[in-house]
């Protein structure tokens, strides 16, 4: 019978992450399990960085984005010496599973090692990036796609008013997910990302194609793994001789009170990590396939990245014509 398990956050931190926490830590004790809270990611529990949670130390939390527990990026975890000091806490306070909530990298690392140490450990995704594979939806991107939306909406304005051509550099190094999704939302008239090359005389033919019929402005979207929004700037206005501006919305999109959904989202992930762990599941994620919170092999997450939907792409350019 599993008595004590340890939660933590890894790799790049997304809003929705402390509601994940808080449904483990909720869910477990209500269980009757004990948690403990490590701090940092793999560092803290190589560095036994870590304690007991309680009720209480997920409480006001639900709506705040980050994690209180803290997240980073251990080199010292991808070695064999790091992970066995992490064995080495595990034994001392009695671990005997692992959520971890967090992105590939993160899955990796915890599939590593429960392969060596057979500790059972389950895999919650959290990146605003949403490329992971076995979930149709990882905690965090539907409050950065709102964040790039709002962005859309504001710029739209001023765009409106002054006739320019804007673009709108979102982030997304490998995935351009977050431009697609908030690219259809926005009604913006290109996008550009990491999975598809499109020519820049391409974006440059739509754009007079639509000031020609009379369109006040345009925006253009553009995943930071697909181009630098500054130079996709620079190419539009030399070769059409339009006024461009250039927005970089940065870390804007990892912020932020976390949507309903992302809430919803995390808080039946978190729970169903705490199943998952009690039914005897070992190194395996949860995911959100077709409506269900589901589970899957924790190497479903590694057969590279989520594909990019191209029937949504496809639509996105149909409505923007
Ligand atoms: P994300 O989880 O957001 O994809 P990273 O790729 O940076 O972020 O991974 C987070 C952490 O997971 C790394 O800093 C490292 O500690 C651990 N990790 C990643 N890959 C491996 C691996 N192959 N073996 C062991 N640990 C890994």
Redesign the pocket.
């Given at each position: 019978m599993m008595q004590r398990i340890a939660v933590l956050t890894?790799?790049?931190d997304s809003p929705g992450m402390n509601a994940a926490i808080r449904a483990v830590v909720r869910k477990a004790i209500y269980h009757g399990l004990e948690v403990i809270g490590i701090q940092r990611?793999?560092s803290g529990f190589i560095e036994a960085d870590m304690g007991p949670m309680n009720l209480g130390s997920v409480a006001d939390i639900v709506h705040r984005g980050g994690t209180v527990l803290r997240t980073a990026?251990?080199?010292e975890?991808?070695t064999p010496e790091g992970r066995s000091k992490a064995f080495a806490n595990v034994q001392r306070f009695g671990i005997q599973g692992l959520v971890v909530i967090?992105?590939?990298?993160?899955?990796?690392?915890a599939e590593?090692f429960n392969r060596e140490y057979n500790l059972p450990v389950i895999g919650v995704p959290g990146?605003i990036d949403n490329d992971i594979t076995g979930t149709e939806f990882s905690i965090g991107f539907d409050t950065a796609i709102n964040t790039v939306v709002e962005a859309i909406n504001k710029i739209r304005d001023t765009a409106t008013s002054h006739e320019r051509t804007f673009i709108l550099e979102v982030m997304g190094r490998e995935s351009g997910y977050i431009a697609l999704m908030a690219g259809l939302a926005g009604g913006a008239e290109s996008i550009l990302i990491p999975e598809l090359r499109q020519s820049i005389e391409e974006v440059c033919d739509k754009l007079k194609r639509g000031y020609k019929r009379g369109k006040l402005h345009s925006i253009i979207i553009v995943a930071e793994g697909a181009a630098s929004g500054l130079e996709v700037g620079k190419q539009i206005r030399e070769m059409t001789g339009l006024e461009t501006k250039v927005t970089i919305l940065g870390h804007l999109q990892r912020g932020g009170t976390p949507t309903a959904f992302d809430r919803i989202l995390a808080s039946q992930m978190g729970a169903k990590a705490v199943e998952l762990l009690m039914e005897g599941c070992r190194n395996h994620m949860v995911g959100m396939v077709a409506g269900k919170v589901v589970a899957s092999p924790l190497e479903a997450a590694f057969h590279g990245k989520r594909p990019i939907d191209l029937e949504i792409y496809n639509l996105a350019n149909i409505l923007s014509i």
């Open positions: 890894s790799g790049g990611g793999y990026r251990s080199e975890f991808k967090g992105g590939d990298g993160s899955f990796k690392g590593v990146t």
